[in-house]
């Protein structure tokens, strides 16, 4: 069996209903098998401890991999324990609030392609009322928000491509060589603001990130309980 193209590497901490159609809808909507999957279970206390594995099994077969941490460790140190497991040159961060779209992996893989400076790229996300939830990080004076939020999908200025200084990392391609380089993901944010800061190191060695509209992910955003809670500590 030839090494993966890329890993998609998903933290979870309970919310299985969420986790189980985020995995179901990522097997209908990723053709071929040149993928692995790396699911981090952050301590979880509902149905994912048991059934996790077998679904995974199941969809995904010796290219499914689950990770167990006995307790929660928040966002960053699940993923880079992901990242450290990975077989593959790059790596796809995803959210378990998120459903995948027909043929969203090859446009932002061809992306890489093009520029040697991208430092990452995410897909489109929408709500499901096909609403832009995120299409790239923009900064205020105080506040770093998420441009064109609201607008419909089929709006002409949701279809362009953009440079950004961040993106969310709730749907990230990125190369490993380079994630790991950059140490991955800071693990003193909980929850919060990792990716931001992640893009800001790079952004500082010359690296740029896209959102590619022609990747579209439906995001439904912000279902861990407590996701807001550690904001102050996060500033």
């Given at each position: 069996?030839r090494?993966?193209?890329?890993s998609?590497?998903i933290?979870?901490?309970?919310?299985?209903t969420?986790?189980?159609?985020?995995?179901?809808?990522?097997?209908?909507?990723?053709?071929?098998?040149?993928?692995e999957?790396?699911?981090?279970?952050?301590?979880s206390?509902?149905?994912?401890?048991s059934?996790?594995?077998?679904?995974?099994?199941a969809l995904?077969?010796?290219?499914?991999t689950?990770?167990?941490?006995e307790?929660n460790?928040?966002?960053?140190?699940?993923?880079?324990?992901?990242a450290?497991?990975?077989a593959a040159?790059?790596?796809?961060?995803?959210n378990?609030?998120?459903?995948?779209?027909?043929?969203?992996?090859p446009?932002?893989?061809?992306?890489?392609?093009?520029?040697t400076?991208?430092?990452?790229?995410?897909p489109l996300?929408?709500?499901?009322?096909n609403?832009?939830?995120h299409?790239?990080?923009?900064?205020g004076?105080?506040?770093?928000?998420?441009?064109?939020?609201g607008?419909?999908?089929?709006?002409?200025l949701?279809?362009?491509?953009?440079r950004?200084?961040?993106i969310t990392?709730?749907?990230?391609?990125m190369?490993?060589?380079?994630?790991?380089?950059?140490?991955?993901?800071?693990?003193?944010?909980?929850?919060?603001f990792?990716?931001v800061?992640l893009c800001?190191?790079?952004?500082?060695d010359?690296?740029?990130?896209?959102?590619v509209?022609?990747?579209?992910?439906?995001?439904?955003?912000?279902?861990?309980?407590?996701?807001?809670?550690?904001?102050?500590h996060n500033?």
């Open positions: 069996m090494e993966p193209l890329f998609v590497i933290p979870v901490h309970d919310q299985w969420l986790t189980k159609n985020c995995l179901k809808s990522l097997r209908e909507h990723t053709a071929g098998d040149d993928f999957v790396i699911v981090i279970d952050n301590g206390a509902d149905a994912t401890a059934v996790l594995q077998p679904l995974g099994d995904f077969k010796d290219r499914f689950r990770i167990r941490f307790e460790r928040n966002f960053g140190p699940a993923c880079n324990a992901g450290r497991a990975s040159p790059f790596l796809f961060f995803l378990n609030d998120t459903l995948l779209t027909p043929g969203w992996p446009p932002l893989l061809e992306s890489f392609s093009r520029e400076k991208l430092g990452g790229a995410g996300l929408l709500y499901e009322n609403t832009v939830q299409l790239g990080v923009v900064f004076l105080a506040t770093a928000e998420h441009v064109y939020r607008f419909p999908a089929e709006h002409p949701v279809k362009k491509t953009r950004f200084q961040a990392a709730a749907a990230l391609m190369r490993k060589d380079v994630f790991l380089t950059y140490g991955g993901f800071c693990e003193d944010y909980r929850n919060g990792e990716d800061d800001l190191r790079m952004k500082a010359g690296f740029f990130f896209t959102c509209p022609a990747s579209v992910v439906y995001h439904l955003e912000s279902q861990t309980p407590g996701r807001k809670t550690e904001d102050n500033a």
